[in-house]
């Protein structure tokens, strides 16, 4: 059996009719992630969402966010990233029990073989993200429990380095050496799956594959200087689709959001070219 997890990151909600930055209405382009999500030819057996949830916070932007979601009628994890509250976010979608009640939000769920382990980077009131010695202590046990399964990994701030300035200056300001150090000790883990750049970024890490993906909405601008201003741009938005069977590893995907001309078969005067 194949199983997909979709990954949609930095949706950003606000208030209806709220613009982010002044200019871009993100809800427009959540409930198109949502109907490409629906339209996909092998339904996805759950969605995760890698923080950025929403852009202030508030608990009338979880209650849009939620209004958003709704027509997704599979399991939606959530995390927190560097725009949201977690207190907020846990009032917000009191079923989603997974959130649990701890100072941070981290959990591990099974989905179809593989553990989903959410590391919480946020830090409330920065846009920096770190790792203490109690989250990633959580994480070690969670990895070491997990043993003879496959795991992925999520979190909001991606552990490496991305030679986008300004989004460097607000990554994961601690925690990053340690995690990689736990991640190399550890052979079953077979993914990172990060958010925050607003971009696709893989790289290795830690004896794995980390990666971010595309927002629904904005992207950050691909400016690969240290002196990269932070701009953003309406390039065209994305999500990951994870991937994987009964065993072997799990493969990652970036799909487009929209909804294009095709499918066409590859076939020219009757004969097939491909
Ligand atoms: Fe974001």
């Not at 606000?14 to 629906?38: C, F, M, N, Q």
């Not at 977690?86 to 079923?95: D, E």
């Not at 994987?244 to 909804?259: K, M, R």
Request: net charge negative; with cysteine.
């Amino acid at each position: 059996m194949t199983t997909l997890l979709v990954q949609l990151t930095d949706t950003h909600i606000r208030e209806p009719g709220k613009l982010a930055y002044g200019r871009i209405d993100t809800a427009p382009y959540l409930r198109e992630a949502v109907k490409s999500i629906l339209r996909m030819k092998q339904p996805p057996a759950a969605v995760v969402m890698t923080g950025d949830l929403v852009d202030f916070g508030r608990p009338t932007e979880y209650a849009h966010l939620a209004e958003l979601l709704e027509p997704l009628k599979i399991p939606v994890y959530l995390m927190p990233g560097n725009h949201d509250d977690r207190h907020a976010l846990r009032r917000s979608f009191p079923g989603h029990t997974y959130l649990g009640t701890g100072e941070f939000v981290q959990y591990a769920v099974d989905i179809e073989g593989v553990r989903l382990l959410a590391l919480d980077t946020s830090v409330p009131g920065r846009s920096e993200g770190m790792l203490c010695e109690r989250r990633l202590a959580w994480l070690a046990q969670e990895l070491q429990r997990s043993r003879g399964m496959r795991v992925i990994v999520a979190m909001h701030h991606p552990p490496f380095k991305t030679f986008i300035g300004h989004m460097d200056k607000i990554g994961l300001q601690s925690g990053s050496d340690e995690l990689a150090a736990l991640l190399a000790k550890h052979d079953h883990v077979q993914r990172v799956i990060c958010g925050h750049l607003h971009r696709a970024i893989d790289a290795r890490f830690g004896g794995t594959i980390a990666s971010t993906s595309p927002s629904p909405a904005h992207q950050v601008c691909l400016d690969l200087s240290p002196d990269a201003p932070s701009m953003w741009t309406l390039e065209p938005p994305g999500f990951r689709v994870h991937v994987w069977d009964a065993e072997g590893p799990v493969v990652t995907h970036l799909a487009a959001i929209g909804d294009f001309p095709g499918p066409y078969p590859f076939h020219e005067n009757g004969a097939l070219i491909d």
